[in-house]
């Protein structure tokens, strides 16, 4: 399979514990993104890396919250002192290099999530 | 925080059945896109229709753009049961994309 793919697809902790979570993305896609989604919600963004710089991340991330990209391919998620409201379907997402005209650059190809459950 | 709102909330409908869905959204936007979910699986992008277009068709897709009404629909023609899913419409502004809220759509054999 070579999708985007995340480790582990289920999570569950005990609130104040530590959680990492896993994304490999499309072999050669340059952009990795991270989402957040509650039930019944669509996906919020979280953070989104080209290649291993962060370039943007949503106030949604807080100081507890921390990705990275160090070799530019996977990415981690890490979140600190775990907390209720924490739970959620964890998202990553990954699409080609290119240009703003190419349908490429813009679609974004999705993995199917770790689902984090804080007790 | 959610960039629009889609309408309606959930879509029930017969096998054969064409059905449409809304979209609504706040900023500029480069382009608009539709997702698909299904139950436990990730989003599969469907569509997508740039700020210049008005409308786009790609087989029983057909999605229509409004950037004066910051409004977007999307129209599956012929349901089968497998369209059954959650269905999400997409903003992109630079880097990331802003979902809506969904509409969940049911299509009965």
């Known amino acids: 399979d070579t999708g985007v793919s995340q480790d582990p697809r289920h999570k569950i902790t005990k609130r104040g514990q530590n959680v990492t979570f896993r994304c490999d993305p499309i072999?050669?896609?340059?952009?990795l993104y991270w989402y957040r989604q509650t039930l019944g919600q669509g996906p919020e963004f979280l953070t989104y890396?080209?290649?291993?710089?962060?370039?943007?991340k949503s106030r949604l991330l807080s100081d507890r919250f921390s990705a990275e990209r160090p070799k530019g391919s996977f990415s981690t998620l890490e979140i600190q002192r775990t907390e209720q409201g924490d739970s959620a379907m964890y998202l990553c997402?990954?699409?080609?290099?290119?240009?703003?005209?190419?349908?490429?650059?813009?679609?974004?190809?999705f993995g199917p999530g770790t689902r984090l459950t804080v007790l | 925080s959610q960039q629009g709102e889609e309408d309606p909330q959930a879509l029930s409908i017969q096998e054969g059945e064409n059905a449409t869905m809304n979209c609504s959204y706040k900023t500029s936007i480069n382009n608009l896109q539709w997702y698909r979910q299904n139950s436990g699986r990730g989003l599969v992008h469907l569509i997508l229709i740039r700020s210049n277009e008005r409308e786009k068709h790609s087989g029983r897709l057909r999605v229509t753009l409004d950037t004066s009404k910051k409004s977007s629909s999307l129209l599956i023609t012929a349901s089968r049961a497998a369209d059954t899913a959650s269905y999400f419409c997409?903003?992109?502004?630079?880097?990331?994309?802003?979902f809506g809220q969904g509409t969940i759509l049911t299509v009965h054999p």
């Open positions: 072999s050669e896609h340059n952009r």
């Open positions: 997402a990954s699409s080609p290099p290119g240009t703003s005209g190419s349908s490429s650059y813009n679609e974004q190809f």
């Open positions: 890396f080209q290649n291993e710089a962060q370039l943007e």
């Open positions: 997409a903003t992109r502004v630079y880097g990331k994309l802003t």
